[in-house]
């Protein structure tokens, strides 16, 4: 987790800078990043906030950005079921796209098994530090950065990083390019409605090439028996 720490830092210190720059006050801020906890979120819904756009369009676009949670939490299912519901409500809060994917390539097989949950909090421990820490200094600390530091290209090269640590199979390499390509497409939209439209674009897509994926595998096991 140390090296996309790095990554998760900056993009937590853009993310607090752009709290305060986009009008809203030091205790929001710091309330929204310790209680929202979700980067992407949180920078999807501040441009929403500043134009005042209206709250359905705020909650829908939160909502849709962490879609990606619902298939991590049915994955982690598996592996975390037999815990009490307070452990599990702590581990959705904590949860995260590089832990996921960490946790994934540590225990492929979807079965309990020791060392799953001290591997969770310890990526999750690192994680949460990562972010909150330079989210915090960002919050405090807006006034005094200037817009000349080029935070924003920063926190963009962060995302970057992130992303790609995450790009993984030809599903997701399939998602981020239909993504972005719908983003662009969509552009014009009003109220930054081009990252509803690319969400809805990715997902689709995602979910086709797993479908054709369990097809395909299936076909070749059904020509395998024969």
């Given at each position: 987790m140390v090296g996309a720490a790095v990554g998760v830092?900056?993009?937590?210190?853009v993310t607090g800078v752009a709290m305060v720059k986009s009008g809203m006050s030091v205790p929001m801020a710091l309330a929204m990043t310790l209680l929202v906890y979700a980067g992407s979120a949180q920078l999807a819904v501040i441009p929403l906030l500043a134009v005042g756009a209206p709250l359905?369009?705020?909650w829908l676009t939160a909502a849709c950005v962490n879609l990606r949670f619902v298939i991590f939490s049915s994955m982690w299912r598996s592996y975390?079921?037999?815990l009490p519901l307070r452990q599990r409500l702590a581990i959705g809060y904590f949860s995260g796209d590089v832990i996921f994917v960490a946790f994934m390539?540590?225990?492929p097989e979807p079965v309990p098994g020791?060392?799953?949950v001290p591997y969770f909090w310890g990526?999750?421990?690192i994680?949460?530090?990562a972010w909150q820490v330079p989210s915090i200094a960002g919050i405090l600390l807006a006034n005094a950065i200037p817009l000349s530091w080029g935070l924003g290209f920063a926190g963009v090269l962060a995302l970057l990083g992130v992303l790609l640590s995450l790009l993984y199979d030809r599903a997701t390499w399939l998602a981020t390019v239909v993504a972005a390509t719908a983003a662009i497409a969509a552009f014009a939209l009003p109220l930054k409605l081009n990252i509803l439209v690319a969400i809805a674009a990715a997902v689709a897509a995602g979910l086709a090439m797993e479908a054709v994926d369990r097809r395909c595998?299936?076909?070749r096991s059904g020509g395998g028996a024969a």
């Open positions: 830092g900056a993009w937590g210190l359905w369009v705020i975390f079921q037999p390539k540590r225990f020791p060392g799953q990526a999750a421990s994680n949460w530090v595998a299936a076909r």
